[in-house]
């Protein structure tokens, strides 16, 4: 295909197929463009909406019509035993842990003998076992606890209230400490996502409903640059997009497991199961 074929498929086609009001530069037609440098680079100088230039040089020219944030939060911090699971009842030999697969919203279910330590199940990071924790952000109630494979991370934990679709914290982590950490910098900032290492915690705060920033965005956009590669490079996580991943697991309507504040969810028999099998 030639730049003009990817140019139409971008530009003229979805307004003609969709009727929508936006300019084409014809005759009559509200002047609705950009300015690029070049047509190999495409490097954006100039943004005209209705006549009115919206942005030059990387600078908006909008206006600020930031209001008041709106936003839920009825839990408190956590405290890291809240994260623990005692070992299962005898007769248990196994646990379900959900597979999280890189680019996927699915997930698949494995079955996976535990890890002990002191009585309790931990997470196991030579085999990529962690631990993955739903906190209700509504109401101060325990944490929903598993077992999910994939995230790679080799110490710490990371954490985000953008969870679809109830938008609780979801966290993902290779110790009870790190785990609450990470859960407890999300709760303080009333929705974000955060990460936390051996020596550097980060936060990118999410103050409306805990979804949304009303900061400028390239600045949030280098913040999670930033924190992704800190999650990858200093925490070993092999996800291209670990946050993205993190953010449906808590999503229950998708196979195969998914994990939930109040627990493991098939959504193949669309019933919940218990950790141990």
Same mark, same amino acid.
């Given at each position: 295909?030639?730049?003009?074929?990817?140019?139409? #498929?971008?530009? &003229?086609?979805?307004?003609?197929?969709?009727?929508?009001?936006?300019?084409?530069?014809?005759?009559?037609?509200? #002047?609705? +463009?950009?300015?690029?440098? %070049?047509?190999?680079? +495409?490097t954006v100088l100039q943004t005209v909406i209705d006549g009115q230039v919206v942005a030059q040089n990387g600078q908006s020219h909008l206006p600020d019509l930031r209001s008041e944030w709106v936003n839920q939060w009825g839990c408190g911090p956590k405290r890291a035993d809240e994260f623990s699971i005692p070992y299962p009842p005898t007769g248990?030999?196994?646990?379900? @842990?959900?597979?999280? &697969?890189?680019?996927?919203?699915?997930?698949?279910?494995?079955?996976?003998?535990?890890?002990?330590?002191?009585?309790? &199940?931990?997470?196991?990071?030579?085999?990529?076992?962690?631990?993955?924790?739903?906190?209700?952000?509504?109401?101060?109630?325990?944490?929903?606890?598993? +077992?999910? =494979? %994939?995230? $790679? &991370? /080799?110490?710490? #934990?990371?954490?985000?209230?953008?969870?679809? *679709?109830?938008?609780?914290?979801?966290?993902? $982590?290779?110790? *009870?400490?790190?785990?609450?950490?990470?859960?407890?910098?999300?709760?303080?900032? =009333?929705?974000?996502?955060?990460? @936390?290492?051996?020596?550097?915690?980060?936060?990118?705060?999410?103050?409306?409903?805990?979804?949304?920033?009303?900061?400028?965005?390239?600045?949030?956009? /280098?913040?999670?640059? *930033?924190?992704?590669? +800190? @999650? /990858? /490079?200093?925490?070993?996580?092999?996800?291209?997009?670990?946050?993205?991943?993190?953010?449906?697991?808590?999503?229950?309507?998708?196979?195969?497991?998914?994990?939930?504040?109040? $627990?493991?969810?098939?959504?193949?028999?669309?019933?919940?199961?218990?950790?141990?099998?």
């Open positions: 295909y030639s730049r003009w074929d990817v140019l139409r #498929a971008a530009c &003229l086609n979805p307004v003609q197929h969709y009727q929508l009001q936006v300019g084409l530069l014809r005759a009559g037609d509200p #002047a609705d +463009f950009i300015v690029v440098n %070049n047509l190999t680079d +495409f248990a030999t196994e646990l379900r @842990v959900i597979e999280a &697969l890189d680019g996927q919203l699915i997930s698949n279910e494995l079955h996976v003998y535990p890890t002990l330590a002191n009585g309790q &199940l931990v997470a196991d990071t030579a085999l990529d076992i962690l631990k993955i924790a739903v906190v209700n952000r509504y109401a101060d109630v325990p944490p929903a606890i598993g +077992f999910i =494979k %994939n995230f $790679g &991370l /080799k110490h710490g #934990a990371i954490a985000s209230s953008v969870g679809h *679709d109830s938008h609780n914290i979801t966290a993902v $982590g290779c110790d *009870d400490e790190s785990l609450c950490q990470a859960v407890n910098i999300v709760i303080a900032a =009333k929705g974000g996502l955060s990460a @936390v290492g051996p020596q550097h915690t980060h936060l990118l705060p999410l103050p409306v409903a805990g979804l949304m920033t009303d900061t400028d965005g390239y600045a949030v956009a /280098k913040q999670y640059a *930033d924190l992704d590669q +800190f @999650v /990858k /490079k200093d925490l070993g996580s092999t996800l291209s997009a670990p946050f993205m991943t993190l953010s449906f697991m808590a999503l229950l309507v998708i196979p195969k497991l998914k994990l939930s504040d109040k $627990g493991l969810f098939d959504g193949e028999q669309f019933r919940f199961v218990p950790l141990s099998i």
